[in-house]
C-alpha cells in the first residue's frame, strides 16, 4: 500500500526553504504535488530548460523557469511571528478544521 503522506501546505503560503541550493529564502507556493510531495515555490530553484518554438511557445531558446522542491526541504512561515514552524491542526467550535502556528497558537488560515 503507497499511502500519501500529510501535506498540510496550500497554494498561496508563504514558505521558508530549509535546505539545498536555496536554504534561508521565502517565497509563495505557487502549485503542490501531493503524490509526488513537493510543491513549486515562486522565484525559487530556478532552472534553464532549452526548447524549440512550438504552437505554444512561439519563441525558442533557453527559458527559465521554477523546479520542484521536496514537501520535507520547506516549513510554512507564521504571519504573526514571522517565523518558519511546524503545523498543528484544530477543530473550532463552528465545525472548521484550520490549521495553527505551534510557536504563538496564532490560527494560519486566512479563510
Do not use: Y
Not at 521554477?66 to 526541504?73: D, P
Request: aromatic share 0%.
Amino acid at each position: 500500500m503507497n499511502q500519501l503522506a500529510k501535506i498540510r501546505i496550500k497554494k498561496n503560503d508563504i514558505v521558508k526553504v530549509m535546505a539545498g541550493r536555496e536554504n534561508g529564502k521565502r517565497g509563495k507556493i505557487l502549485m503542490v504535488f501531493p503524490k509526488e510531495q513537493s510543491v513549486i515555490v515562486e522565484k525559487l530553484n530556478i532552472i534553464k530548460r532549452h526548447t524549440r518554438p512550438s504552437q505554444q511557445v512561439k519563441q525558442g531558446g533557453i527559458i527559465e523557469k521554477e523546479a520542484k522542491i521536496h514537501i520535507s526541504n520547506v516549513m510554512l512561515v507564521c504571519n504573526k511571528c514571522d517565523k518558519a514552524t511546524r503545523i498543528a491542526t484544530k477543530v473550532l467550535e463552528n465545525g472548521k478544521k484550520v490549521r495553527i502556528c505551534k510557536k504563538c497558537g496564532e490560527v494560519l488560515d486566512r479563510d
